[in-house]
């Protein structure tokens, strides 16, 4: 028999091993077109538009960036909505923890029913969500009455319209983003992990704070990067719930295209959004890569 | 190697008959279809119910409706001229100033409606025909507060956090708020009378709606018990059981005309007209007037008596009496009268 068979032409071992990999490469060439076509290039034409002189598309220039730059009022809008953002986050994650601890800690019968009800919120319409929250916020809604018929108010408090109203239906809208990524982080946890904790002398605040919650963080990060992201983007939401009182920037980006007809402006506040949003979201997952780090070391 | 769910056979066979199910034109049962908007709500409802059906049998068309505000018609045609996505719009004078002068809109043949004979001259012109009138005033909830008699009435402190307003976005926020200002020493181009009310009054408001479907839901929802808005809304909250009235202002209601019109390098031209030709129809325009709907006639074989109620208006020449603004000139200040509410109103 040939020797190169016998022990195997190294070159054709090799281009055995690389071109499955290679071909596997091509797998993700239809999605790759996908966003080429989809994503990227209208994203290429908002920010060509963004760089229009006049809303009827003469000349070409940074003046669209000059007028956000030059008025206090747009970054006043966009301030307001990054902090939306943040205080959603900060809500949905302090109920959130615990709610994933009760989640690990109920029975696994109940676990999937469990699963359910936090998917739930998913599986409604967010028009239907919105206005039902409206139902809930209302001068004389649910909320309202509770507090009066418990003698907490004497008179409706105003939550429609607000912020805190808007944070509060927010928080539930956006929860699941919030959970899933904390459960799935957090269902992977070695259970050993905590005995082995117990067993060195640690109590169980100590394990929770030393070794549960520093495991979890990755998906604590992740959790928060989704309802960020989302939650600043909610239109249906911050229009509905936040009402006239509240200019935040997905409403005044589609004022601006739709109503005013002013396109190179609405994709200025477009541009500078998504800037804006990125710029959050790559801070935070650089958090959760060291967080990660930090879990595996 | 298991059993996969799916064979890979079954999945493209599965695959293909779904996809040539999306590809197969939809319009491919009927002798030809339209693309109408219609506002979403009370008008969506009534076009469905009366129209549709209507369309159908006069000219086996089908109609394809899809809810849209006039400003977002505007906006998606503009987006897409060569192939608009709609063959009709339907507007307010506002947003139909903006669509003629963008070019948006194909001249209008009124020899193609025979209907067209049934219309004063002035509900039609070269780009378009008027298919309802409308009467803006103000609503109030008579179980909780006294009947309004005017526009100065909102500022009125016994109606304090029960107020809700609307901005410079919709047909009736505008011109409500013209109206404001007149009482104020403004005018039709010149509304800083009702920014100085406004302003000085916001702590008091209620609720400033963003749209107008909004308005809806909080009136229903007890969050507002005084707004202004069109006659139409309040037939179609009352028919739903809603405690709401309507109250002319006493320095004279508002009245206008909307208007449908074929859309540039619209795919079924034809088949537009035709529909506009049935809207105009005295059956068609006889059962939109009838409550809920009351979408008020243009057609003189039909009265507005008996479908109105006698104190809001009587007939079509008392219609004509009622305040009717200028969009050409209300047009030109819009942009900055909307940023400006947006910035004065926010807190």
Request: net charge positive.
């Amino acid at each position: 028999m040939d020797r190169a068979v016998q022990q195997g032409d190294p070159a054709i071992a090799e281009r055995r091993a690389v071109a499955p990999r290679e071909r596997e490469g091509l797998l993700t060439l239809p999605l790759a077109l996908f966003f080429l076509l989809f994503f990227l290039a209208p994203l290429g034409l908002l920010a060509g538009i963004s760089l229009r002189v006049t809303p009827q598309f003469a000349g070409w220039g940074p003046q669209q960036y000059a007028k956000f730059a030059g008025d206090a009022f747009n970054w006043s809008v966009l301030g307001q909505t990054l902090l939306l953002g943040v205080k959603t986050v900060v809500v949905t994650a302090c109920i959130g923890v615990p709610l994933g601890l009760l989640f690990m800690e109920a029975p696994r019968r109940l676990q999937p029913a469990l699963l359910f009800i936090i998917v739930l919120p998913l599986l409604t319409s967010v028009v239907v969500r919105t206005f039902a929250w409206i139902v809930i916020l209302g001068r004389e809604g649910l909320l309202n009455n509770v507090l009066m018929g418990l003698g907490v108010v004497t008179t409706p408090i105003r939550l429609l319209g607000t912020e805190l109203g808007l944070v509060i239906a927010l928080s539930q809208i956006e929860m699941p983003l919030m959970l899933l990524p904390l459960i799935s982080v957090m269902s992977r946890l070695d259970p050993n992990l905590k005995d082995a904790s117990a067993a060195l002398g640690a109590g169980r605040w100590r394990t929770l704070f030393r070794v549960t919650l520093p495991l979890s963080l990755p998906g604590l990060v992740a959790g928060c990067l989704l309802v960020f992201a989302s939650s600043v983007t909610a239109f249906v939401s911050q229009t509905i719930i936040g009402g006239g009182r509240m200019v935040l920037m997905p409403f005044y980006i589609w004022q601006q295209a739709t109503t005013l007809f002013n396109w190179p402006f609405a994709a200025t506040l477009s541009m500078v959004l998504l800037v804006s949003v990125l710029a959050v979201v790559t801070t935070l997952n650089a958090l959760g890569r060291r967080t990660r780090a930090l879990a595996a070391g | 190697m298991s059993t996969p769910l799916l064979s890979r056979r079954a999945l493209l066979a599965g695959g293909s008959v779904l996809a040539t199910t999306m590809l197969l034109p939809r319009h491919a049962l009927a002798a030809g279809r339209v693309v109408t908007p219609a506002y979403p709500g009370p008008w969506e409802e009534a076009y469905r119910a009366v129209v549709l059906p209507a369309v159908k049998k006069t000219a086996d068309v089908d109609t394809v409706i899809t809810p849209l505000l006039a400003l977002d018609q505007v906006a998606k045609v503009k987006a897409s001229r060569a192939t608009p996505p709609l063959d009709i719009f339907m507007l307010d004078p506002g947003p139909a100033v903006v669509a003629i002068e963008d070019g948006l809109v194909d001249k209008f043949d009124p020899a193609r409606c025979k209907n067209i004979a049934n219309l004063q001259k002035t509900f039609y012109d070269d780009w378009g025909v008027a298919v309802a009138a409308q009467i803006v005033g103000i609503a109030y909830n008579p179980k909780k507060v006294d009947r309004p008699k005017g526009w100065k009435d909102l500022f009125d402190p016994k109606y304090n956090g029960k107020v809700g307003i609307s901005g410079f976005g919709t047909t009736f926020g505008t011109s409500s708020l013209i109206e404001i200002s007149k009482q104020y020493g403004g005018s039709l181009t010149n509304v800083d009378p009702a920014f100085e009310q406004l302003k000085k009054w916001l702590p008091n408001v209620a609720v400033i709606a963003q749209n107008p479907v909004a308005v809806n839901t909080l009136f229903q929802q007890g969050q507002m018990d005084v707004t202004y808005t069109n006659y139409q809304t309040v037939s179609t909250l009352k028919g739903r059981g809603v405690d709401i009235e309507f109250v002319k202002p006493d320095s004279g209601p508002i009245a206008f005309y909307t208007t449908l019109h074929v859309v540039k390098n619209a795919a079924n031209k034809d088949n537009a007209y035709k529909f506009i030709d049935t809207v105009l129809s005295t059956e068609v325009q006889a059962a939109l007037q009838k409550p809920p709907y009351s979408l008020l006639s243009v057609n003189k074989n039909v009265p507005l008596q008996p479908d109105m109620p006698v104190d809001i208006v009587k007939s079509h020449a008392e219609l004509a009496s009622f305040i009717h603004h200028d969009w050409t000139k209300i047009n030109p200040n819009r942009a900055a009268w909307i940023e400006r509410f947006n910035k004065e109103i926010r807190q």
